[in-house]
């Protein structure tokens, strides 16, 4: 009998030795335990022992018994421990990894823009209008003082649809469609897409604008250069030298040409790419409204008068952004666009 006990014993040692899991251990202690196992048999066989051997051997069986339990307790033990372990490492997070980049929409420059000046003119107390894109003659000319014979209403420059409307060519009827609703006084500015049949390196035939207008009594031609002065030292964060040239628009009169110190080599270099050596860059087109305008608002031009201007986004957004070629603007490249932040636009997460 103590050699059977032996024996069971050093095979269960050696059994489990070579168990790697909780399920393997389960099997091995049913394989002993169990109600067949060899443990259980040895139980059995000790009442065909003689009564003299019959204790001792009992009692050895017993402690080899508790030695498997403990054993077998031990073992799950220290298998659940390094399961553990193991689990514990996979789940670990590195908190030295650098972050994941996050990727953000951005503004387009020019909409970007747009929100500036917009932003800008807003606090000078202007709102903002819109107006249709497929406009109608009366409203694209005949309102705004442009003459049947005007070389503007040419079919090479403007694409007209076949029941006579058009693509409006510039957001100036939005001032009348203003007059119209609002009445006197008033201060509008209307951003948005105008159209005219022009594509070259410097021409697109989509582009953008900012239309603007202020109406009231015994407004002066002051008023209206210290509101474009002022914009565009907000605009561009520095107060830039600007010089206003006498021009020609038929909606206003007199008319003039807003002109602002090139913002790449402020006039010191002669090959300049931006001002090609002028010094000076043409940014706005404005004057003081035109009395016929007025009237077509149905507004009294012996009562009030105004100013508008008409202020090109695209060519603002390029000079802010040192963009240097219009068609990027509306090429749709992404990542050309996005480096634009580095000259500070402003990035929206969504
Ligand atoms: N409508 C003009 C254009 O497209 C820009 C402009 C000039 C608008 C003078 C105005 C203005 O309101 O007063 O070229």
Redesign the pocket.
């Known amino acids: 009998m103590p050699l059977e006990i032996n024996q069971v014993r050093a095979s269960f040692f050696e059994a489990l030795n070579n168990i790697k899991s909780l399920q393997e251990l389960d099997e091995l202690r049913v394989k002993f335990t169990g109600k067949k196992g060899d443990l259980t048999l040895l139980l059995r066989s000790l009442g065909k022992l003689p009564p003299d051997e019959r204790r001792q051997a009992g009692q050895d069986v017993n402690n080899l018994r508790d030695e498997i339990e403990n054993a077998i307790a031990s073992m799950s033990k220290k298998i659940r421990d390094s399961e553990n372990e193991k689990q514990e490492i996979q789940e670990r997070i590195d908190i030295t990894l650098p972050g994941r980049g996050r990727l953000s929409g951005a503004f387009h420059p020019v909409i970007q823009t747009m929100h500036e000046i917009a932003n800008i003119m807003q606090g000078l107390g202007y709102s903002v209008a819109s107006g249709p894109e497929i406009e109608e003659e009366f409203y694209n000319f005949e309102c705004l003082n442009v003459p049947k014979w005007h070389p503007a209403r040419d079919m090479q420059d403007t694409f007209y649809f076949p029941d006579g409307k058009l693509l409006r ?4 009827p939005v ?1 009348i469609r203003s007059m119209l609703k609002y009445g006197a006084p008033l201060r509008i500015i209307c951003p948005g897409k ?1 159209y005219r049949r022009d594509n070259d390196t410097t021409h697109s035939p989509m582009f953008n ?1 900012m ?3 202020l109406i009231d009594k015994d407004v002066p031609f002051s008023q209206m250069k210290g509101t474009m002065s002022e914009m565009l030292n907000a605009f561009f964060g520095k107060s830039l030298k600007s010089r206003f040239r006498a021009s020609y ?1 038929p ?2 009169e007199p ?1 003039m040409e807003l002109d602002i110190e090139c913002v790449e080599c402020s006039g010191h270099d002669e090959h300049c790419r931006v001002c090609h050596g002028t010094g000076w860059l043409e940014v706005v ?3 003081m409204v035109h009395p016929n305008v007025i009237r077509a608002g149905k507004i009294d031009p012996d009562e009030y008068n105004g ?4 202020i090109g986004l695209d060519r603002m957004a390029m000079l802010k952004y040192g963009i240097s070629d219009l068609r990027l603007l509306f090429d749709g490249n992404v990542s050309y666009l996005n480096s634009c932040f580095n000259s500070g636009l402003e990035e929206v997460s969504c």
């Open positions: 060519t510039h957001t100036s001032q105008v604008q239309e603007g207008l628009f909606f206003t008319s087109g404005m004057g100013f508008a201007f008409g």
